[in-house]
């Protein structure tokens, strides 16, 4: 059974420019249970997330996987599985070949690319191409590359959108499911309705920083909970309230009690032979909750956390990161890491690109590294060695491709 792993951010910053996406985050979590990472649209979710898995490198601050960062880790496939995009496949591949290029890539038995498949409900079109898929079907494709590794940790972004009610019931059992193996389960939603029935935790943040964590039943006050009953013979309901010295607020729905418990009030009506009709307990929903935070309306003690300053990274000058620092930063999820070498300046193993990320306040400037081929194919070339070296382009879009690398007698770049 895999191990889940402890995800932690201290004091995590990016900053772009002026603008911070993300201020000083400082947050946990646990694994054995699904955590909802909740915020307004540029709040700064998908670079938290992004930081997490090596893709931006923090302005400041750390982002750990079981007390390691993303690069560091040494079979990234098997520990962390990751969908950030349910767009980032090759249209012209058929979703069998999709995570073949993936299991290839981390050295896994194919084998399992049929289990997985069938997990997520695709082993009927195994064979037909991405690029006529539904977006319910490529979330369901994007989870299957996350599981193929059989990992420990599970990061998600937005896994819901585009599935079906049943897809969406789906969906939600296997996340519990996952958890209960003992994983670490992170997903990332808008869907509130949603996310209250899954998670059982919650991370919530608004302008890139921390505005709650915690569990669900830990968002509102108890005192803003109230019992709601009511009777066909509210005059007995009222006077047992009265004689039992319970305040009470005759509504038009009934009776509003306060630090009453409903199973209480239940209890002593039936005790009085009194029959109910209504009886519940009503507080602040999530959505409110939810906005009240996000504005500042509302504060929350675990929104209190200090952030740890951490100068491990390399201060930010708001340009778009060169490519020797695109190969500091990481690597896409899925791919072997690099080795424990100081990385140099750009070369012909190294490329930048550009990949959109929604949370950036910025034109964005994400991420593609052109990555080295697997350990056991790691030998240092003889120095009478011709032609292309193999190498694996994992973009972050998450399409893999085997391309060459100019040979010393070369000068093409790396298509």
Do not use: C
């Amino acid at each position: 059974m895999p191990d889940g792993q402890v995800l932690e951010l201290v004091g995590l910053t990016k900053r772009f420019g002026a603008i911070s996406a993300v201020d000083g985050l400082t947050a946990r979590v646990e694994p054995g249970q699904v955590t909802g990472f909740l915020g307004p649209n540029g709040a700064g979710k998908t670079t938290s997330l992004r930081m997490l898995l090596g893709l931006v490198r923090p302005t400041s601050g750390t982002a750990t996987i079981g007390g390691k960062r993303y690069t560091d880790l040494t079979a990234p496939l098997q520990t962390v599985g990751a969908a950030l995009e349910a767009s980032s496949f090759h249209p012209g591949r058929s979703a069998a070949n999709h995570l073949k290029v993936y299991a290839r890539a981390a050295s896994l038995p194919t084998t399992r690319i049929d289990e997985v498949l069938g997990l997520v409900g695709l082993a009927d079109v195994a064979g037909r191409r991405v690029g006529g898929f539904s977006l319910g079907m490529r979330q369901r494709l994007g989870l299957a590359t996350a599981l193929l590794g059989d990992p420990g940790v599970l990061v998600l972004d937005e896994p819901s959108n585009g599935l079906d009610p049943e897809g969406i019931r789906w969906m939600r059992s296997l996340l519990r499911h996952l958890a209960a193996e003992g994983r670490t389960v992170l997903i990332s939603s808008h869907l509130l309705a949603e996310v209250q029935q899954t998670v059982d935790a919650l991370l919530i943040i608004s302008r890139g920083r921390l505005v709650f964590q915690g569990g669900i039943e830990d968002l509102a006050d108890p005192d803003e909970f109230a019992t709601v009953v009511d009777s066909p013979d509210r005059a007995a309901l009222g006077r047992l309230l009265d004689d039992r010295g319970i305040a009470h607020q005759l509504l038009r729905n009934g009776f509003t009690i306060r630090h009453h418990e409903p199973v209480e009030i239940g209890a002593l009506a039936a005790g009085a032979g009194i029959a109910l009709s209504n009886l519940q307990s009503k507080g602040a929903s999530l959505e409110d909750i939810f906005l009240e935070l996000v504005s500042g309306v509302r504060v929350h003690a675990s929104a209190g956390a200090t952030p740890v300053p951490v100068a491990d990274a390399a201060p930010d000058t708001g340009r778009a990161p060169s490519a020797g620092q695109i190969a500091d930063a990481g690597q896409v999820p899925g791919a072997a890491p690099p080795a424990a070498t100081p990385t140099p300046a750009a070369t012909p193993d190294t490329v930048a690109s550009v990949d959109p990320d929604a949370d950036d306040p910025r034109p964005s400037t994400a991420l593609v590294a052109v990555m080295p081929p697997p350990r056991a194919a790691r030998a240092a070339p003889s120095p009478t060695q011709v032609g292309p070296r193999p190498s694996y382009s994992v973009a972050s879009t998450g399409v893999i491709d085997i391309v060459p690398t100019a040979g010393p007698d070369e000068t093409e770049a790396p298509r």
